[in-house]
T-cell receptor, first 115, second 112 residues
Framework: GAGVSQSPSNKVTEKGKDVELRCDPI?????LYWYRQSLGQGLEFLIY????????KSGLPSDRFSAERTGGSVSTLTIQRTQQEDSAVYLC?????????????FGQGTRLTVV | SQKIEQNSEALNIQEGKTATLTCNYT??????LQWYRQDPGRGPVFLLL?????KEKRKERLKVTFDTTLKQSLFHITASQPADSATYLC???????????FGTGTRLKVLA
């Protein structure tokens, strides 16, 4: 597609349920990022992929969070046993190269609400 | 500790004036500094990038400066318009890394 696509755009889930968030990056972009943005806050780095591998998972808040990327393209962020503090907007971005010499292109985000 | 600071207070300016936003950082050696625009309910949109060896970059009504001695970047919008109203984020990328570290953003409101 022309841009980074994320689905769903909104997700309301009950505490304790698992959720999957999907990101479809721009075709040909090898670098893929997941960020989290809470209300009125900046972007919190979660994980970075170069191709299918994730050299940096340091931002994942707990072992309830995991992510994978297949075929160097689509990525899925999974949150198990969701908690209310997981409520936030989850943003995915892709970039042509792994070095930050170019801008990152963001999707519109998935707004997750845990009730 | 590493820190990126943007003015958390909203900036209100009159249409036609130049808006100047500030990004200060400590304990970083950024190779690149980037500016993004974010509208409510949307993801950030890349605007401009400046490298550590560049002092200034321009794009249409936008200008970015980068002072590695002061550890500061200034982002200017000249002849501002109400459509420029948004939150503006700065992001650093350290040398040899890939991770974009974002500031919390400054909300700009251009009054007609």
């Amino acid at each position: 597609g022309a841009g980074v696509s994320q689905s769903p755009s909104n997700k309301v889930t009950e505490k304790g349920k698992d959720v999957e968030l999907r990101c479809d990056p721009i075709s040909g972009h090898t670098a893929l990022y997941w960020y989290r943005q809470s209300l009125g806050q900046g972007l919190e780095f979660l994980i970075y992929f170069q191709g299918n591998s994730a050299p940096d998972k340091s931002g994942l808040p707990s072992d309830r969070f995991s992510a994978e990327r297949t075929g160097g393209s689509v990525s899925t962020l999974t949150i198990q046993r969701t908690q209310q503090e997981d409520s936030a907007v989850y943003l995915c971005a892709s970039s042509l190269t792994q070095v930050g010499g170019r801008g990152a292109f963001f999707g519109q985000g998935t707004r997750l609400t845990v009730v | 500790s590493q820190k990126i600071e943007q003015n958390s207070e909203a900036l209100n300016i009159q249409e036609g004036k130049t808006a100047t936003l500030t990004c200060n950082y400590t304990n970083y050696s950024p190779a690149y500094l980037q500016w993004y625009r974010q509208d409510p309910g949307r993801g950030p949109v890349f605007l401009l990038l400046i490298r550590e060896n560049e002092k200034e970059k321009r794009k249409e009504r936008l200008k970015v400066t980068f002072d590695t001695t002061l550890k500061q970047s200034l982002f200017h919008i000249t002849a501002s318009q109400p459509a420029d109203s948004a939150t503006y984020l700065c992001a650093l990328v350290a040398s040899g890394t890939y991770k974009y570290i974002f500031g919390t953003g400054t909300r700009l409101k251009v009054l007609a």
